[in-house]
């Protein structure tokens, strides 16, 4: 969460100028289908789900249609904000929005300290992710023969 120091709005956008090595501001240049959001485990303070309502509709501005994807941090620290987003967000009429509850999905053994996930740990959870995202991609035209 922004505070003193950048967080989530600042790192993901650079929406209000921010600048590590002093380069430009990062700006989009390219339309995702789907944007994955994993943030929490390590921010539990208050205001997260603020924060992350604000960063999402950011988001959206520069890409109204992306569908986002919401994950429930996978060692389950701040594991009620991501529905508590989704659930801000559609009550304010932004569709597209999604919740992927990760509960069980990894073991003590895929984490490397408890918050963050080791290689193993990082794949066994893109081999569940992977079907879930892909059910949201567009569709796209079929070839006649």
């Known amino acids: 969460v922004d505070d003193d120091k950048p967080g989530m709005g600042v790192e993901f956008a650079k929406d209000k100028g921010y600048r590590i090595d002093g380069s430009a501001m990062w700006k989009p240049t390219y339309t995702p289908a789907i944007v994955v959001i994993n943030l929490g485990a390590n921010d539990t303070r208050g205001g997260f789900v603020q924060a992350g309502v604000a960063m999402i509709k950011q988001l959206r501005t520069w890409h109204p249609k992306v569908q986002v994807v919401c994950l429930r941090p996978f060692g389950g620290q701040a594991g009620e904000a991501p529905p508590q ?51 949201l991609l567009p569709k796209t035209a079929s070839t006649k023969r």
């Open 85 to 135: 987003m989704v659930a801000a967000l559609q009550k304010d009429g932004v569709t597209g929005i999604h919740h992927v509850d990760t509960t069980g999905w990894l073991d003590q053994g895929d984490y490397m300290d408890g918050v963050h996930t080791t290689p193993g740990g990082s794949r066994k959870a893109a081999e569940k992710l992977a079907p879930i995202l892909q059910k």
